[in-house]
């Protein structure tokens, strides 16, 4: 009434009869012609609903479990400029409910009466940064969202997670916002990365000692082959050319197994990189013959190659990856195929008429021994092979068809087995 000035108050109005309810008081002086002070107009307004729902929302807020919520009447754009704690004329607090204790350390009210106690609290290493994401929000007038580290009065320290929007309030711009305690999602999640880590050093250590290992045994065991190559080479007893033969067959097998087990440690090591050159069908087809023919002719077996009339004979990718492929694919048929024949068939993925004619499908069939259908499940499983029998009769160590998938799929493209045989579809892209 001094300054002429309207006013509000909210106030508990008693009735005649002894009742009583939460009431909204407006009013404004009336002045005469003279500036005298002569009456007072004003409105009694009943807001028991109002205030009974307010009271609500603070139970509510009260008892929201690890987390408080707030309202910011004003917020400074320029807030944290003038220090490292917000000023009483860079950010009014007009609400904040109990939760807000057990996060930072402070009582609401001290709280509403210092909103500083709030900023202050703010980890030194990450006040910078929410002051600053505090900023942008105020001056684009867009939510806010900031995840930062707080430090108690006794020492302890936890995460938070504040979120607030700005909406429109009796003509001015009120920030509503919640904070949460999310320092148990930010322990499991650090857990889990240093877990992570420990396992992905783990498969480090154990892909490194395996390709050491191999690298190491192979050397000598190509030492051992070349010299028995050239004792073959001179003139022996037939008792000692059978002993040499032995040691040359065994020698390979051995040197196989050590390649393999070198490749697939490297592909888990993810230390092989594809080459991405032009190259033709027909030479990688003549590679897969050389390695392939001996074996398949010292069992009277016979290969077939069909290539489809529209599969472009120039491609582009890796010859020697898709190769080792075919290769593992055809050795695997002629081993487990004692008489008959082997059909190695190229074509464009989608038939005569493909959708894509970049595609290709490489397929392999046999007239072998063939799979259960329960032994389909552990075709590409790394040493992994039929059954003990199988791996007696017939050696190996379960690791080309895996080493196989694996490279196809470096290769983007998609290996896959039908009925009792197998089949798998690496893709390369001829040129335009």
């Known amino acids: 009434m001094e300054n002429g000035t309207p006013y509000m ?13 939460s009431a909204e008081v407006r009013g404004e002086p009336v002045y005469d012609a003279n500036g005298k002070l002569t009456m007072i107009s004003g409105t009694l307004q009943d807001v028991s609903l109002r205030e009974a729902a307010r009271i609500q929302m603070a139970a509510i807020a009260d008892s929201l479990p690890n987390g408080a919520i707030y309202r910011i009447d004003f917020l400074s754009p320029e807030i944290g400029l003038s220090g490292d704690a917000a000023t009483e004329t860079e950010m009014v607090l007009s609400y904040i409910s109990a939760g807000i204790e057990p996060l930072i350390g402070y009582s609401a009210d001290a709280v509403a009466a210092n909103p500083s106690l709030l900023v202050r609290s703010v980890h030194p290493e990450d006040r910078d940064r929410y002051l600053e994401a505090s900023r942008l929000a105020t001056l684009a007038q867009t939510n806010f969202e900031c995840d930062f580290r707080v430090i108690r009065p006794d020492g302890t320290t936890a995460w938070l997670q504040v979120r ?10 009120v920030w509503d916002g919640i904070i949460l305690d999310v320092t148990r999602a ?7 990365r240093h877990a992570k880590e420990a396992a992905e050093a783990a498969e480090r250590a154990k892909a490194d000692f395996l390709a050491t290992m191999s690298h190491e045994i192979r050397t000598p065991m190509n030492a051992v082959i070349g010299m028995t190559r050239l004792a073959m080479q001179t003139d022996l007893s037939p008792r000692q050319q059978n002993y040499l033969e ?17 490749d697939f440690s490297r ?12 190259f033709t069908l027909e030479s990688v087809l003549e590679t897969l013959s050389n390695a392939t023919s001996l074996k ?5 077996l016979e290969v077939i190659y069909a290539i489809a009339p529209e599969v472009a004979r120039t491609m582009r990718g890796d010859p020697l990856r898709l190769g080792q492929i075919l290769i593992n694919l055809v050795g695997n048929a002629v081993k487990f195929t004692q008489k008959g024949e082997i059909l190695v068939s190229v074509d464009t993925a989608g038939g005569t008429n493909p ?9 392999v069939r046999d007239t072998g021994i063939g799979l259960e259908p329960e032994q389909m499940s552990m075709l590409f499983r790394p040493f992994a092979q039929a059954d003990n029998r199988t791996a007696r009769r017939f050696g190996g160590t379960g690791l080309g068809l895996s080493i196989s998938k694996k490279l196809v799929d470096l290769m983007g493209a998609k290996s896959r087995s039908k009925a009792a045989k197998a089949k798998a579809a690496p893709s390369a892209s001829p040129s335009p």
């Open 296 to 300: 398949a002719e010292e069992k009277g």
């Open 355 to 363: 959708q894509d004619p970049r595609l290709l499908r490489f397929s």
């Open 267 to 278: 592909i888990e090591a993810g230390a092989i990189d594809l080459e991405d050159i032009d």
């Open 186 to 192: 930010y322990e499991t999640a650090e857990a889990l």
């Open 164 to 173: 607030s929007a700005p909406r429109l309030h009796e003509g001015g711009r």
């Open 246 to 262: 032995k040691i040359d067959t065994s020698a390979r097998v051995l040197l196989g197994i050590i390649n393999d087990i070198l």
């Open 9 to 21: 108050v909210d106030v508990l109005h008693f009735t005649p009869d002894g009742g009583r309810f």
